[in-house]
């Protein structure tokens, strides 16, 4: 029963930056940008919300700092993209090499490699204390429950419902139609790549400011790659691709709690770790024709 | 009075590829004097220290050449795919591949002379790197998928195979290091010249990148690669098989990319191990565009990033710049090129296009960085 518990606390812990990762994606996507910067500006994320929170002492400062560094990865992306209409491959890997680089040299420029430093993590907050054994599934950090409770049902609304997502979704299905009634492409993408680009420097930032209260290098370690695949998982829908990184979070957090277990040590848990790459992959091979990528996924637009 | 043989206008464009790779690396350096000024240099010092002073040592002029030597590979083996407008982001993985390969087969050859030992280990670590690269193409000529994705996400599933036979069989049975067990005597490559670390792997990589550039130049399946690069559409028109094509240039990309981890393997590791490759596949993708995807760019842009990387290194220590400024010039370069690229296509097309919008970009194969100069 504990065991459950603390599985299911992690679960959703373990979750909160694919939630931010993925959902921040999924609006990059569906406004036809496929951002590769997101390893990039996950990192950037975590450094910079980190460096911002060590030097003001104020984790909230550091999650400011994090977005603001978003929003402006997501502008540089839409400056090669959407302006110069340059091919989004080559410039999402550009981004994330670049990204990845900058915050390395800037945390041996701040920080000297000396002792690893540290800043006083966001606190833990349960507003369910009264459930018994139960509400330990609910102590989670306040980034998990802003994930959860504000951003994902936000995000659902405003690309659904909303008149600023349905132009989102008009310039990544059939841009000449959204210019056609008036809707700015480049506008429109930009805005997109921005929020989406400060939900994955989020995703970064909750490593440094709630997880472990501290930088170290190879931090994202690929998770920026797992959100990529969660959005086609999710194929563009921010509640499917949330399953998505909830599966893939069950998984990872249940193989690092078997493998501290007698007689699970020999298993090969990497087999697991590769399990939702290979998942992702083959519900593409499985669904063979039929993924309905965006209309506009992978073209600049130019007015003829 | 006679013109001149040929057009001085052509030849100082601002736009023809030689110069465009000049002005991005301008550029570059202006962008990135940023951070040297923030780390207390002075920029052209640094770029001194970053591009010259590795070319005027000995000891640093055969190390530019071993920093060059996996990018050569793996620059050659994303031109290979980007050329034939497949989008290969997987060169990491075939990498990996190649080299758990290298390191199973060159552990295995025990006794038997290199005259052996060393074909077999390049021709297990060419299949390696080819067969990890043919599941995103079969996905990509039988579905449509977008090989971008599966190419990238069977990356970390590589490390993770890496790091799982590193933690499981392969494990040093004596010190219990995550290091496979070392490779035997004759399986490693020699050295090219005496007290370095400049390996036979140097060598290959020339000679992979010659056999690629006479292919892709001057054979017919060459022309087809090409051709479906260019315009799958009017290749299919002109009756040659696009998937066929495609499925052909993902394997000789993986292939080569697996000979980039033989040749680390082999030349300066000697067993595998799970830091094997710094990003070097990826590093391909930024020799290759900076090449522009033309073989002989491809062999300039690897010793310049070569020279670049053993520059930061040096500058680390004399200047106090930290290292990891390589990697922000890398990046930083990439994106600049692309940005060019982007816009002489721009300017290029303009006058004529009376297609529809996005006519770069067909319905489902999009086309490559540039139209390189053969």
Known sequence: MTFLIDLLAATLRNATPLVYGTVGETYAERGGVLNLGIEGTMYAGAFVGFAAAFVTGSPLLGLVAAIAAGLLSGAVMGILTVTFGANQHVSGIGLTIGLIGASEFANRLIFRGGELQRIDPMPLVNPLPDLGPASAIFSQYGLTWVAFVLVVPLAWWVLQRSSFGLEIRAVGENPEAADAAGVSVPRTRYLALMIGGALMAVGGAFFTLALLGSFTLDIIAGRGWVCIALVIFGRWRIGRGVVGALLFSLIYSLQFRLRILPGFGDLPFELLLALPYLVVIGALALSGRNVAYPGAYLKPYRRS | MRLPRTSPRYRLSPWSTPALVVIAVAITFLVTSGPILLAGANPIAAYAEFVVIPLTSRFTLLEVLVSATPILFTGAAVAIAFRAGYWNIGAEGQLLLGATAAAGVGAAVG?????????????????????????????????????????????????????????????????????????A????????????????????????????????ARTPAGLRLRAVGLSPHGARFAGISVSRTLIVAALASGAVAGLAGVSEVAGIQHRLTSGLSPGYGYTGIVVATLGTLAMPGVILAALFLGDLAVGASTAARSLGIPSQLGAVVQGVLLLTVVALLALRRGRSTRPADTGPAGAEATDDESAPVEEPVA
């Not at chain 2, 494990?171 to 219990?176: F, H, K, L, Q």
């Not at chain 2, 050295?191 to 060598?203: E, K, N, P």
């Open chain 2, 111 to 183: 006794d038997l002379p290199a005259i052996v030992a060393l074909p077999a280990m390049l021709a297990a670590g060419a299949l390696a790197g080819a067969s990890w690269a043919l599941l995103p193409a079969l996905l990509r000529v039988r579905f449509g998928i977008d090989e971008v994705v599966t190419t990238l996400l069977l990356n970390p599933v590589a490390l993770l195979l890496v790091t799982g036979l590193l933690h499981g069989p392969w494990r040093d049975p004596v010190t219990g290091f995550p290091e496979s067990p070392r490779i």
């Open chain 2, 185 to 216: 005597a004759s399986a490693e490559f020699p050295a090219l010249i005496d007290r370095s670390r400049l390996h036979l792997g140097f060598v290959i990589g020339l000679i992979v990148i010659a056999i690629a550039w006479y292919v892709i």
